[in-house]
């Protein structure tokens, strides 16, 4: 499943309300960690696909949701499972902490690889 881009009016229904786990990547343009963090997220979008959503917030263009998240520096990737945050990470730091991050947010690796979430 391909990332998705989420903006502030549609963050519930596309986050909150998903029945999916959903990686939140908060990022903007300019910024060059989250550069690095685009290529990670969609080999893990590829990998985890019909498991988890990967969903990406541009900083610049929504205030609203970053705000209420008191993401304070990006890149910031949050898991959501069933509409709350339960695993966050600040900066960019590779696809093994990511996927640790994933784990920590009550995803079990039996359940990634064949089972039901």
Avoid: H
């Amino acid at each position: 499943m391909p990332t998705v881009n989420v903006t502030d009016s549609d963050f519930d229904m596309q986050v909150i309300k998903n029945n999916l786990p959903v990686l939140v990547d908060f990022w903007a343009a300019w910024c060059q960690p989250c550069k690095q963090t685009e290529p990670v997220l969609e080999e893990i979008s590829e990998e985890y696909k019909d498991k988890i959503v990967i969903a990406k917030v541009n900083v610049d263009e929504n205030s609203q949701i970053p705000a209420k998240y008191a993401v304070m520096s990006i890149p910031t990737v949050i898991l959501f499972k069933g509409g709350q945050e339960v695993s966050r990470q600040t900066g960019f730091s590779g696809k093994e902490n990511y996927e640790e991050l994933i784990k920590k947010g009550t995803i079990v690796p039996s359940e990634v690889e064949g089972g039901d979430i």
